[in-house]
């Protein structure tokens, strides 16, 4: 089948990577892609977010499968319009996408769905605003309405902060701003596959959003993930499934908006039980590169089916049994002020290890052909191992044959639960903290 893929980050090359590889798809195209997408697909730079650009793209190609990565063209519409032009296309409607673009929306759903959650307020003045921050108590949760390319969510035990973010939330996009109760335990991801009837879930990870070690600094669109989760119960995907993305499926259905795509649900293991920390609805980066370098089915058959309305016909996904680890190399400054430009060496260094590929995000190629760094986020490393820590040194292992100057990685990516130092019921103080909700990209 012929591919149109939409994106340019490491979540579409690995997205790429598995659609490429697999012997269904006869043609891939990336738009716009990036310099690792090159090398296995063709790049066209078109804007994703524009819906008449990416149908007359798809059109043009006559694409049997549109495949949007990030969240902004979601909900923009463009999978409205890929719809309307006749093509299938693996991922929701502007409508349905409200999950990840109002928090408020999405707390409306689960709470119709009997979907468990935080216990949350929706504020539209600075009163609710103050007077749910007294009911929650620290540490505080406070949740900008819609899309803030991650810097919308703050966690602190401190009311100051809390209440001037909150206070700044009132006066934008939608005026409304969440406050959450916090959820203590690790977190989880676990990527659901719908085609607005039927749920088929993927394998878990858990990802490391903070910029350093031992989940210190800011918030991030992510440092790192692996995949499986030998700590989670054996039982997870499908508690999900059945607890969470089946219900909420089964409302936007009802409500006459089908949830066609991916259902990222973001978890809390909690001493109370499984609790959703957020719902994204596309791929989420960076758990994707370490999920689907463990896929042994056919991604583009799974993709289609989902898009086309006969997940139920098709087989479950199969999983490798060796255990991925992804490492995330980020430019200096991130995620600040970031300083582009650096030049990346010892790529195919690090690919000659075994079982390790390196995956493209923020970098881009001068006229002399020089591959350097245009992002925040620059390169995913992804080893995979017959156990977490085989993994774990394999791809540290390769990151340390790259060279990037002032790069910023962190360097305890699954070092805990290859220690056995997570569990599904913890204290607040656990990796991978389910407070530190939303990213930047």
């Not at 409205?80 to 409200?98: L, M």
């Not at 620290?138 to 803030?148: I, N, Q, T």
């Not at 909150?166 to 959820?183: H, N």
Request: glycine share 10%; proline share 6%; hydrophobic share 45%.
């Amino acid at each position: 089948m012929k591919i149109l893929l939409l994106g340019s980050g490491a979540r579409e090359h690995a997205l790429a990577r598995a659609l490429a590889r697999d012997p269904q798809t006869a043609e891939l195209v990336v738009a716009p892609g990036n310099p690792g997408t090159a090398a296995i697909a063709t790049n066209l730079n078109i804007d994703p977010s524009v819906p008449e650009e990416v149908v007359a793209l798809a059109t043009q190609m006559k694409a049997d499968l549109v495949v949007v990565g990030p969240e902004a063209p979601l909900v923009a519409g463009v999978a409205d319009a890929v719809r309307d032009a006749g093509i299938p296309c693996f991922g929701p409607g502007a409508e349905a996408a409200r999950l990840e673009g109002s928090k408020a929306f999405a707390k409306e759903i689960m709470t119709a769905a009997g979907v468990p959650t935080a216990e949350a307020a929706v504020c539209t003045t600075e009163a609710e605003l103050t007077a749910a921050l007294d009911r929650f108590g620290a540490p505080y949760v406070v949740k900008e309405d819609g899309l803030a390319a991650g810097k919308g969510v703050v966690v602190t035990d401190e009311r100051p902060v809390a209440l001037a973010h909150g206070r700044a939330c009132l006066t934008r996009g939608s005026g409304r701003v969440v406050v959450e109760d916090y959820l203590d335990g690790p977190e989880a991801s676990v990527f659901c596959v719908c085609d607005g009837a039927t749920v088929r879930p993927l394998a878990p990870a858990q990802d490391f959003k903070r910029l350093l070690n031992d989940d210190a600094g800011p918030n991030t669109g992510g440092m790192g993930a692996y995949s499986p989760l030998s700590w989670a119960p054996a039982d997870l995907t499908e508690q999900v499934v059945r607890e969470v993305a089946q219900p909420v499926v089964d409302e936007m259905a009802r409500r006459g908006t089908s949830f066609i795509g991916l259902l990222y649900c973001g978890l809390a293991l909690t001493s109370r039980g499984l609790r959703v920390v957020e719902f994204n609805v596309r791929f989420g980066d960076p758990e994707t590169q370490a999920v689907l370098a463990r896929l042994t089915s056919s991604l583009p058959e799974l993709l289609h089916a989902a898009a086309t309305g006969r997940l139920a016909e098709v087989p479950e996904p199969t999983w490798s049994e060796q255990c991925a680890v992804d490492v995330v190399i980020a430019a200096p400054g991130y995620p600040g002020t970031v300083t582009t430009g650096g030049t990346i060496t010892g790529i195919e260094a690090a690919e000659e290890l075994d079982d390790v590929h390196v995956l493209h995000a923020g970098t881009g190629n001068t006229e002399r052909g020089e591959l350097v760094a245009v992002g925040g986020r620059v390169l995913s490393v992804v080893a995979l191992g017959a156990s977490l820590e085989a993994a774990r040194e394999r791809a540290y292992e390769a990151v340390e044959r790259i060279d990037l100057e002032g790069a910023q990685y962190r360097t305890d990516i699954a070092q805990a639960a290859s220690e056995g130092r997570v569990s599904s019921v913890s204290s607040v103080s656990s990796v991978g903290s389910a407070a530190s909700a939303d990213r930047t990209e």
